[in-house]
């Protein structure tokens, strides 16, 4: 009964590298999306996608990208990594019918240096 | 205004206490409202949903307010596992539409 799996759990990275963050799902659900949490700023919404191929900017959506190929996964990509994004990730997914739950993974905590 | 805007806390109260966080938000097409708890370096995980007849589950009690564009969270005889990030959520009128969240008010109950 996995439900939302993130993967690395903790990642440091150097200015100016890139990498993605892993996120899959196995309850099928077509609403995924990507949150990052900062001390005293909240969850805030980088990227969300409504199905697959379909994919769309949440609140600060810069430095990174997102694709949906399939239900499943939904990675999200760190092009060129800055200090500023040193956050924890949290990946959510959910049925799209707007009462229901949505399911967080365990989050991903990211440092760049 | 934000979106979403909570109580700032902390709450810091003893154990058997009851306790009330208020919440509001600034969409009026709003449709679904949550409560979601998060406990230190975990993720958010749903405490209740919040209708408007208002609802109760064991020691919590949500209540929402349409033309007042106001939930609350009313939490009683407070236990030490209580203890956790209270946040504040809403959703659009929209399926497929995201979640907005609340910046979370901390509760601390002590023995």
């Known amino acids: 009964n996995a439900g939302v799996t993130q993967t690395p759990k903790f990642q440091v990275l150097k200015t100016g590298q890139s990498m993605t963050l892993q996120c899959a799902q196995d309850m099928n659900h077509e609403y995924m999306s990507w949150y990052r949490q900062d001390p005293g700023m909240g969850l805030r919404l980088i990227h969300y996608?409504?199905?697959?191929?379909?994919?769309d900017q949440g609140e600060v959506p810069n430095g990174y990208n997102v694709s949906r190929s399939t239900t499943e996964d939904f990675p999200l990509r760190l092009l060129s990594a800055a200090p500023s994004q040193t956050s924890v990730y949290f990946c959510?997914?959910?049925?799209?019918?707007?009462?229901?739950?949505?399911?967080f993974g365990e989050g991903s905590w990211l440092t760049v240096v | 205004r934000k979106e979403v805007e909570q109580d700032p806390g902390p709450f810091n109260v003893p154990e058997g206490a009851t306790v009330a966080f208020n919440c509001t938000y600034s969409n009026s097409a709003s449709q679904s409202f949550f409560w979601y708890r998060q406990d230190c370096r975990k993720e958010p995980k749903l405490l209740m949903s919040v209708y408007s007849s208002g609802n109760e589950d064991g020691r919590f009690t949500a209540q929402l307010n349409r033309a007042s564009q106001y939930i609350s969270l009313l939490i009683r005889d407070s236990k030490l596992s209580d203890s956790a990030t209270y946040l504040c959520?809403?959703?659009?009128?929209?399926?497929?539409?995201?979640?907005?969240f609340g910046k979370g008010t901390t509760l601390s109950v002590s023995s």
């Open positions: 996608s409504v199905g697959a191929g379909i994919t």
């Open positions: 959510a997914s959910s049925n799209s019918g707007v009462g229901n739950t949505i399911y």
């Open positions: 959520v809403v959703r659009g009128s929209q399926a497929g539409t995201a979640l907005i």
